[in-house]
């Protein structure tokens, strides 16, 4: 039986990808083109390249640095230590969070119109969320499903 070749992502989701990876950096520091989320899958298998996540950090315009820790689990001191070692990969969970947190503020963005509104809106307390602030559900998988669904909500106008 012959093998399926791999169908290319829908646009949409293609797209959606080349947001995040450009969040990341892009191939220049992800040393790969994103093109299906199997490669995005590969990638958080083997740990993002630390210096994904000090040029994610430099792109953001509103949030401080001390704010998302916990989004991408860990401690200000451990991300400090992460800037002085760019080369050193980050763990597959510190990966995956990362990931999800450019996941989101790249969705936050295309809702609001802009990075800057995106990442205003991470930041303040949300009626749809229990006066909560998004970027503080973002520290565990039910409160990312919860931020993820109010996006969608928004989005939608409902």
Same mark, same amino acid.
């Given at each position: 039986m012959a093998a399926a070749a791999e169908k290319p992502a829908p646009k949409?989701?293609?797209?959606?990808?080349?947001?995040? @990876?450009?969040?990341?950096?892009?191939?220049? &520091?992800?040393?790969?083109? &994103? +093109?299906?989320?199997? *490669? @995005?899958?590969?990638?958080?298998? *083997?740990?993002?390249?630390?210096? @994904?996540? +000090?040029? =994610? !950090?430099?792109?953001? !315009? =509103? &949030?401080?640095?001390? %704010?998302?820790?916990? @989004? =991408?689990?860990m401690s200000l001191r451990t991300f400090q230590r992460r800037k002085d070692a760019p080369d050193k990969p980050l763990s597959q969970e510190q990966s995956g969070r990362t990931w999800k947190f450019a996941e989101i503020l790249a969705k936050a963005t295309? !809702? =609001?119109? %802009?990075?800057?509104e995106a990442e205003q809106w991470l930041e303040r307390p949300a009626i749809g969320l229990d006066q909560r602030r998004p970027i503080d559900l973002l520290a565990t998988p039910v409160g990312i499903e919860l931020v993820e669904q109010y996006l969608a909500r928004l989005a939608y106008g409902v």
């Amino acid at each position: 039986m012959a093998a399926a070749a791999e169908k290319p992502a829908p646009k949409g989701l293609s797209n959606d990808l080349q947001k995040v @990876a450009d969040l990341l950096g892009g191939p220049r &520091i992800l040393s790969r083109r &994103i +093109t299906s989320t199997l *490669d @995005a899958h590969e990638l958080l298998l *083997d740990g993002l390249p630390g210096s @994904a996540l +000090t040029h =994610f !950090v430099g792109r953001l !315009v =509103f &949030i401080q640095t001390d %704010s998302p820790g916990k @989004a =991408f689990g860990m401690s200000l001191r451990t991300f400090q230590r992460r800037k002085d070692a760019p080369d050193k990969p980050l763990s597959q969970e510190q990966s995956g969070r990362t990931w999800k947190f450019a996941e989101i503020l790249a969705k936050a963005t295309d !809702v =609001f119109g %802009s990075q800057e509104e995106a990442e205003q809106w991470l930041e303040r307390p949300a009626i749809g969320l229990d006066q909560r602030r998004p970027i503080d559900l973002l520290a565990t998988p039910v409160g990312i499903e919860l931020v993820e669904q109010y996006l969608a909500r928004l989005a939608y106008g409902v």
